[in-house]
C-alpha cells in the first residue's frame, strides 16, 4: 500500500467527461487515476483499513460509471453522483460484510506505510490505528460526512447533495463526529496528534 | 447570560461555511463563552485528529478487474443478438477468471468433489435444513430445504460458483447442483447472490418465474402472494416466463406476478411516480386507467427510463405503443436506419438496433 498527495486540484474537465461518454478508453483512463486514491481511501477508512472491502468498493464504483457515465451533463452532476454511489456503496457493504466476516473473519487491517524510521512508524501507526477505529466506530451517517470533507474537501452544500440532507443536517454530523472523535481519542491530546504534528 | 450558543454552526465556523455575518456573531460569542469555547476546542481537535489521515494509494489491479468485467458485460449484451457462443463464451471465461481471482482473494474456497452439496452457515440465529437446527455450518443437499424464520440469517456457498445470502424468512430449495446447471427454488423471503460463474449457470426458479445469473451480483425477494422483486446491483439477470425474456440490467428492477407474468424493468432512480404507474401498467386490468397510468409513466421518464419503455413498446398495442415510441424518440432520437413505423411494427431488426442506441444511456 502507498500513499499519495491529497490534493484538491481537480483536473477533470467536461471534456474528459464527454470523452469517457464517447466511450474514449483514455478518457477513462484518466478518470479512473483521477479518482481512485479518493474512492479507495474513503472506503478503506470507512471499513477501518479492510483492504478487500476498499477494493470490492472501488471497483464496483468505477464498473458503474463505466456504464452508466453517459447519462451525465456536467462536471458539477458527475462529481455529486459519483460520491453519492460511494456513500450508497460503503452502505451497503457494510450491511452485506457482517454475513461476509463469518465466513472469513481473518480481514487484513493494514495501515499505510511511511518513509520513517520504523519507530516512528510504529507510533505513527499506533496513533492512526486509534483514529481510524474512532471513525469506524462512528455512526455511518456521521462517518461519511467527516470522511467526504476530508478527503474531497467537499463543500458542505456539496456534502448535503451526495447524502441527500440539508446543509444544516451536515453542519450538526459535522460539529457532532468531530466532538465524539475529541472525547474519545482525548487521551492523545497534546501527544502530537494533529494532522501536520502526526505525519511531520 | 447567553441566550444563543452558537455550538452548532462551530464545524461551519471552522470549515468558513458561514456568510460573514454569523462568522462574526460566532467569533464575538466565542470572546465571552467559555462553554462554547471549550466546544470549539473539542471540534478543532477532532478536525485535527481526522486531518492525520492520509490518502492511500488504490492497487493497480483494480483497474484490470475493471477493464476485464466491462468486457464480460459488453459480450454479455451482445450474446442476446449474437449467434457465435464460442467468441462469448471466451470472453466470459476472461472475465470469470480475473472476477474469480478477486472474489477469492477474500472468501475461502469451497472444497472440490461435493458440487452436489452445498455448504451451509449459520449467520446469525439457528437456522434449519430440513428438520436439522443449524448452528454452525452444514451441507444442503438436492432436495433439501434451507429456511430461516425472523430470528435467523444463513449464508450458503453456490458450489464453487458463487454464494448467496438469505434472509429471515425465507426458504430456499436446492433442485439440482452439477457442472452444467447450479438450481433452486426460492419459495419465499429474500436472497442475494453473487456469482461467478459463467453466464446461465446459477438459475431461481421462483413461483412466478424463472431468473436466470448472466453474472453477478443480484436480489430476488418472494412476497407472500408469490410476486417476485428483482434487483441486479452488478452485470445482468435474464428473467423467463413461459419462454419470453426480459433481461434486466444492473441498477435496474423487475416484478414478477404469478398471474400477470414478468413486469417490465425500471430502474432504481426512477421517480416514484414512474414506478407506482408502472406498475399498474404492468399489472393493472382497467384498460383506460392503463392509459392514464402510461401517460405519467412517459411524463415522467428521463434518457435513462427507455430501458422502461423499450420494454412497454411490444408488451403495449396501439394507441399506446405508439405514444410509447414517439415519447422515446423524444429522449432518444431514432438512429439513421430505424424508422417510426419500422419500430411501430416491431420489426425485429430495428429493434435491436435502436436498442443498441438506447443502451447507451442505460
Redesign the interface.
Known sequence: ??????TSDFPIDDRTIEACQRGDSEGF?LL?EVY??????IA??YFNGD??S???I???I???L???I??FESRSEFSTWLYRMVANACL?RKR?L???L???GSRVDKI?ETRKSIEDKVIQRE??AS??S??SGLRPKLRMA?LL???EEL??DEIAVVLGCS??TV??R??R???????K?AH??GDG????T??E | MFKNHVTHNLSAYLHGELSADAAVTVQTHLSDCSSCRNAMEEVRFGEQLVSALQQVEAPESIWNEIHSASKMQDATKQRLHWPNRMIAAGIAVAFVLALGLFLHSHIPNVPRGDLASWEVASVRGTPRIGRLQLTGTGRLRPGDSLQTNANSEAEVRIADIGQLDLDPNSRIRLISSNSDLHRIALERGKMTARTWAPPRLFVVDTPSSTAVDLGCIYSCEVQRDGSTLLHVTLGLVALDFHGHETIVPAGAFCRTRPDGGVGTPYFDDSSELLQTALNYVDFGKDEVERGRQLDIVLREARPRDTLTLWYLTSRLREPLRAATVDRMAKLVPFPQTVTRSGVLTLDADMMDLWKAELERVW
Open positions: 500500500m502507498q500513499l499519495c498527495t491529497v483512463r479512473f481512485k486514491d479518493r474512492v479507495y481511501s478503506l477508512y483492504e478487500a476498499a477494493h470490492d472501488t471497483q464496483q468505477f464498473l458503474k463505466l456504464t452508466h453517459s447519462q451497503d452485506a457482517r454475513r461476509f463469518s465466513f472469513d499505510p496513533r492512526e483514529i481510524r474512532a471513525i467527516i470533507k476530508h478527503f463543500s458542505y446543509k444544516g453542519a450538526s459535522l460539529n463526529g468531530h466532538q465524539i472523535l475529541a472525547q481519542l492523545l491530546r496528534a494533529g494532522g501536520g502526526l505525519e
